[in-house]
Antibody, heavy 116, light 108 residues
Framework: EVQLVESGGALVQPGGSLRLSCVAS????????MSWVRQAPGKGLEWVAN????????YYLDSVKGRFTVSRDSAKNILYLQMNSLRAGDTAVYYC?????????WGQGTLVTVSS | EVVMTQSPATLSVSPGERATLSCRAS??????VAWYQQKPGQAPRLLIH???TRATGIPARFSGSGSGTEFTLTISSLQSEDFAVYYC??????????FGQGTKLEIK
């Protein structure tokens, strides 16, 4: 059974940093691109970043470029999202998802709240 | 950036009836559209990819159609578990792979 389990969400002050993790199981992690998608409270879905199967290519939403970094550890089957210089507008549930564009499995999400 | 516009924002349909949800792209995205279902407190669930291919385990009452800029998700006979929010997503042009704003399907 494919499972994606996110962690690392928290309340953080503007300008702060967080690292989200997503542990993958039930499939060959190194065979798939992976993505992060976020959803602000009561709002729709927004693609944030993705990374290819071997971790050599990354793509970012313009508003997070230079602040967020997606990475992966295929030995541990973990996807990461390092978030720096956080802003109030980054407040959302962050989902990791399997796939580069359309995504067929999603984690349950982890909540990031940016507030003073 | 490709803008995806869904209509209507809210659709009220009775169980057993047919529901038709629309999604329009601001430029051609070929057939690179996916549809997701999201229930309150849950992660999105992939229903359709490549405009008309049902994802694994998705019932046949869900069907997708369209190409270019106009896309449709049809649910042929609504079941109680189908009442949710539905999102379309274009997968043709990055960055980013944009979503529509969602259509809430509610019980009439």
């Amino acid at each position: 059974e494919v499972q994606l389990v996110e962690s690392g969400g928290a309340l953080v002050q503007p300008g702060g940093s967080l690292r989200l993790s997503c542990v993958a199981s039930g499939f060959t992690f190194s065979d798939y691109s992976m993505s992060w998608v976020r959803q602000a409270p009561g709002k729709g879905l927004e693609w944030v970043a993705n990374i290819n199967e071997v971790g050599s290519q990354e793509y970012y939403l313009d508003s997070v470029k230079g602040r967020f970094t997606v990475s992966r550890d295929s030995a541990k089957n973990i996807l990461y999202l390092q978030m720096n210089s956080l802003r109030a507008g980054d407040t959302a549930v962050y989902y990791c998802a399997r796939g580069r564009s359309w995504t067929d499995y999603w984690g349950q999400g982890t909540l990031v709240t940016v507030s003073s | 950036e490709v803008v995806m516009t869904q209509s209507p924002a809210t659709l009220s349909v009775s169980p057993g009836e047919r529901a038709t949800l629309s999604c329009r792209a601001s430029q051609s995205v070929r057939s690179d559209v996916a549809w997701y279902q999201q229930k309150p407190g849950q992660a999105p669930r992939l229903l359709i990819h490549d405009a008309s291919t049902r994802a694994t385990g998705i019932p046949a009452r869900f069907s997708g159609s369209g190409s270019g800029t106009e896309f449709t998700l049809t649910i042929s006979s609504l079941q109680s578990e189908d009442f949710a929010v539905y999102y379309c997503q274009q997968c043709d042009s990055w960055p980013p792979y944009t979503f529509g704003q969602g259509t809430k399907l509610e019980i009439k």
